[in-house]
């Protein structure tokens, strides 16, 4: 695999089970580039090491005093300078492509993951842990994976050259075969007590950054209540702590690196000493000495790389744990473990190939059921209960949430069933194409108009129909305006739209948006608060839009506009997490004051003062106000 074949056609089904089986499946998957690294890292180390060789053959050729022997021990180490540089050139490309090409495919698994949960990767692990995960730790996995082969190559070549010395000369060799081995097990009793410094380090860190997220995501509610100085005391005393954690971990390192260099350095002056008393007694040429010297000097070289191979797993190990624990969730959590999941598997599998899913939508958890066909609007109190139902309503359960953010009185509860089946039991592809939701807060791609409504649809909706039930004439005005200003080219569908629609008013975004989701035509369209950025005429022209575009298609809206909640064909008031009231809007806007409160924004006690004062229905948002907002309309349009 070479970088400019990047992205993977398809990076594969990673094993999952621990963060070691993530790292030997890279491994697996890497096996060419591997060997290939490890080839050009045994080029530049041998070379490396051989360089003794010809300075203890120069060496011995000065005390013969032969030229021709100097001469060729010369042109022998212009011959492995060569090949050390073009060793180590070699290595550094292929490894730095092992690494590049394992964090791409992290990264890709990683993004096909989020593809996958969608909206419920959140509630199942925190966005931050999300962003460290396809970042720090995609880095320090690939740092393993790099260093690997340069470990591999430095362990054959230091086995090759104790070997070679011990049948070179064995006096001296066998005390260098036994002490390198020694060398680089001596650091294995700190690893352990480094690796926990090292995950406290990473603990802490961890803490301090979710608490820095929450303090700025909450930091104007912080200072409306003067909380900013009690949240930073928190913070300081989080980033102290892991100052304090990043000290005592830097110190075991240290530690490491300190035993790494002072042991070789005895070891070699213990070489030099025995090998001096050898030389001494005519036991060993003068050649010899320097060439058995030189090549426990060489061999520092390569001990380096057991060090790092070390660091690298010790920080590897639990990034790849949080990558397997991050690419092991599922859409649904069903009980009875891997048989249960295993079970689970085949019967998506087994609709993915069924019929389209129609019917009812019902949600289990709050006794919702929205008719096939019809035109449901929903009333909820809470608008983060409006979206945990939106949620479910597109077949992500509650039992999903692990991190406490769903809704606690829902916990467990299954997901939402179309014509009796579950969303969470059905592909994603499948579940995906029936049941369609739009967050009270859409996203809008940089694009043309064009670009942004050619999406996946059934072909039944026009753009230019979903742009008239959303009420985007005057959208399209504005971008001819702004197109033909810039190009010439008054054609809006040809207008660029930058980035989250930034060029554009709320309600245009919103009305956009909403343009996007109808011209899909799902089975099933979940809108919550589709209007609430739009002013009262187009909100009703819009209602009125999506109710005839819609029709013989099931629609459910979320919302406390009466416009809308006007024309639905019912209404479910949802109160507490439950389906309180069914019925008209009309209906319950007499008959169920806590409906009352919630649509009208009045105290039940306040409207019903009102109401016992004049005898009369609320007017603005009741019986009497929507007929006002009726008449109004008709006589501006």
């Not at 056609?9 to 491994?27: C, E, H, K, Y």
Request: glycine share 10%; with cysteine.
């Amino acid at each position: 695999m070479h970088i400019r074949d990047l992205p993977y056609p398809d990076p594969g089904r990673p094993d999952v089970r621990s963060g070691p089986r993530l790292l030997l499946w890279l491994g697996r998957n890497q096996l060419g580039g591997q060997c290939k690294a490890a080839l050009w890292g045994l080029v530049h180390m041998a070379a490396l090491v051989s360089f003794p060789l010809a300075i203890g053959f120069g060496v011995q050729a000065v005390v013969d005093r032969s030229g021709a022997r100097l001469a060729m021990a010369g042109a022998l180490m212009g011959g492995l300078t060569v090949l050390t540089a073009l060793g180590d050139v070699m290595l550094h490309r292929a490894a730095v492509t092992n690494w590049i090409t394992a964090a791409a495919r992290l990264q890709q698994l990683l993004a096909r993951k989020a593809v996958e949960l969608g909206s419920a990767l959140t509630r199942k692990v925190a966005a931050g842990e999300v962003v460290a995960v396809s970042t720090g730790d995609v880095e320090k996995i690939g740092w393993f994976v790099e260093a690997l082969s340069r470990f591999t190559a430095a362990a054959i070549t230091t086995v090759a050259l104790c070997v070679a010395l011990v049948l070179y000369q064995p006096a001296l060799g066998v005390v260098v075969a036994v002490g390198v081995p020694a060398l680089a097990l001596a650091v294995l009793p700190l690893l352990p007590r480094a690796t926990r410094r090292a995950d406290e380090q990473r603990e802490k860190a961890g803490r301090a950054t979710e608490l820095a997220s929450d303090t700025v995501a909450g930091l104007r509610v912080l200072r409306g209540i003067g909380g900013e100085e009690l949240f930073l005391r928190r913070y300081r005393k989080a980033s102290q702590e892991v100052r304090s954690a990043a000290v005592r971990s830097a110190r075991m390192w240290a530690l490491i690196a300190a035993v790494q260099v002072a042991l070789p350095g005895l070891l070699l002056i213990g070489v030099v000493w025995y090998g001096a008393a050898l030389a001494r007694d005519g036991r060993i040429e003068v050649g010899e000495l320097v060439t058995v010297y030189s090549a426990v000097t060489f061999l520092l070289f390569p001990l380096r790389h057991f060090e790092e191979i070390a660091m690298a797993y010790s920080f590897s190990r639990p990034s790849a744990r949080r990558a397997a624990r991050v690419l092991a969730l599922r859409r649904s959590a069903p009980e009875g473990g891997a048989a249960a999941a295993g079970h689970g598997n085949e019967r998506r599998a087994e609709r993915a190939d069924a019929a389209p899913l129609g019917g009812n939508l019902y949600d289990p958890a709050s006794g919702l059921l929205a008719p096939s066909g019809l035109l449901t609007a929903v009333v909820c109190g809470d608008p983060d209960a409006a979206g945990r139902l939106a949620d479910r309503l597109g077949g992500h359960s509650a039992q999903e949430s692990t991190n406490g953010t769903d809704d606690p009185d829902r916990a467990g509860a299954p997901s939402a069933l179309l014509g009796g089946v579950a969303l969470d039991e059905v592909a994603l592809s499948t579940a995906r194409a029936a049941v369609l939701v739009q967050d009270k807060d859409p996203v809008l791609l940089s694009g043309t108009l064009a670009e942004l409504l050619d999406v996946p649809r059934s072909g039944e909706v026009s753009a230019q129909k979903a742009l008239e039930a959303a009420q985007c004439g005057d959208v399209l005005d504005a971008l001819a305006q702004a197109s033909a200003a810039e190009s010439g080219d008054a054609d809006p569908m040809r207008t660029r739209i930058t980035e989250r629609g930034r060029s554009l008013s709320g309600g245009q975004r919103q009305r956009l948006a909403l343009a996007r989701s109808l011209v899909t035509d799902p089975e099933v369209l979940v809108l919550d608060e589709p209007t609430s950025a739009v002013d009262s005429h187009t909100e009703a022209r819009i209602a009125e839009g999506v109710r005839r575009l819609r029709a013989g298609r099931t629609t459910v809206v979320l919302t406390s506009s009466p416009l809308l909640l006007d024309r639905a064909d019912r209404v479910v008031f949802v109160h507490k997490g439950v389906a309180a009231a069914v019925g008209t809007h009309r209906e319950l806007l007499a008959t169920d004051p806590a409906y009352r409160a919630v649509v009208t924004r009045e105290p039940d006690g306040e409207a019903a003062a009102r109401r016992a004062g004049r005898g009369t229905a609320p007017t603005g948002h009741g019986l009497e106000g929507i007929g006002r907002i009726e008449e109004h309309i008709e006589e501006s349009a």
